[in-house]
Structure formats: structure tokens, C-alpha cells
């Protein structure tokens, strides 16, 4: 099972007029002579060079790991998904979606639609992102043949238990 991935916006909350933001000083450091936990260790500061990393709470990272899926950045932050984000989150190296060079034409489809259904190949997948539409949903059900959780994340907030709540129901029910 794939889950495909965004940041801004599932990871990195943005637009909401209602409150601040949280902000994380990033993964929790062991107390001196405790080992690390397993994964990649962080390095400090890492948001010194992403001022908006600070909004993303390290603990979705565990949570993210926890639903059992192939996690894959499906996000224009490309590499440096790898390179700042999966450090903070305690995840590994996660693959990611190359994107195609062409330009979508205009349209109600999202220009990520069809390049993941493609990368599913078929297989189940989820994809969390604060652009879907039911236009990707429709596409998605015509042209993959497998089951498939197209899950849109209130931009404003971000990723919430009620967004895992969503998720861990439509995995347990396959």
C-alpha cells in the first residue's frame, strides 16, 4: 500500500486567520547517554534554512509510519523532502515522485493525478494533499484499477487525527 505524500499544507499548515500556528523545535534529542532512536538523526538547527519547518510537528512522522504504508513524497519539494523533512519527521530516505517536465493543460484535473496513478501502477494507494477535488477522485476511479483513498487535508491546519482517523478506517477496511 502507497501512501503519496504533499507537504505544504498536510505537513506545513498555512492560511488560517483563526489562530497562530504551533511551532516545534523538532524531533525530541535523547538525555545524554541514551541511545538515539532508530532512523536518521536530525540535524540542528534544521529549520534554520526553512523558516516553515518549525510549523511541522515531529510527531507526524511516527504517526505517518504507523499506518504501514510505502510512504512517498509526492510534493514539489522533490529531494529536499529528504534532505530537511524526513530528518525532522525521524523517517528515512522516502522515495519521490519525479515529476513530468510537460505542463498539465488547464483543466479541473490536478497536474499530480494522473503521474500518481501511474506510480501506483495499480496497486492501492492514498494520497493526502490540500488540492484534491472530485474531479481527481472521478479520473482516479475510471483509470486505476485498484483501490484508492484520494485525501484532501484542510490547508489551514494541516494533518489532524481526524484526517488519521480517516485514513487508519479506509486501511483497516481493505
Same mark, same amino acid.
Given at each position: ?29 535523547? +538525555?545524554?547517554? #541514551?541511545?538515539? %532512536?532508530?532512523?536518521?538523526? *536530525? @540535524?540542528? =538547527? $534544521? ?33 529536499? +523532502?529528504?534532505? #530537511?523533512?524526513? %530528518?525532522?519527521?525521524?523517517? *528515512? @530516505?522516502? =522515495? $519521490? ?47 486505476? =484499477? ?29
Amino acid at each position: 500500500m502507497l501512501l503519496f505524500l504533499d507537504v505544504d499544507g498536510p505537513l506545513i499548515p498555512f492560511g488560517a486567520a483563526d489562530r497562530a500556528y504551533p511551532l516545534y523545535d523538532g524531533p525530541p534529542v535523547p +538525555a545524554a547517554g #541514551a541511545p538515539w %532512536p532508530p532512523g536518521p538523526r *536530525p @540535524a540542528a =538547527p $534544521v529549520h534554520a534554512g526553512h523558516p516553515l519547518l518549525a510549523r511541522v510537528d515531529p510527531a507526524l512522522g511516527p504517526r505517518l509510519a504507523g499506518l504501514g504504508c510505502e510512504l512517498v513524497w509526492a510534493t514539489t519539494w522533490m529531494d529536499e +523532502a529528504n534532505a #530537511a523533512l524526513a %530528518p525532522w519527521l525521524g523517517l *528515512p @530516505a522516502l =522515495p $519521490v515522485v519525479q515529476w513530468p517536465d510537460e505542463d498539465e493543460p488547464p483543466g479541473l484535473l490536478h497536474w499530480k493525478t494522473r503521474p500518481l496513478v501511474a506510480w501506483a501502477a495499480g496497486r492501492p494507494f492514498v494520497w493526502v494533499d490540500d488540492e484534491i477535488t472530485e474531479a481527481d477522485r472521478s479520473w482516479t476511479a475510471v483509470h486505476h =484499477p485498484g483501490p484508492a483513498l484520494l485525501h484532501r487535508v484542510d490547508h489551514r491546519y494541516g494533518l489532524t487525527d481526524t484526517d488519521f482517523r480517516v485514513l487508519g478506517e479506509w486501511l483497516a477496511a481493505l
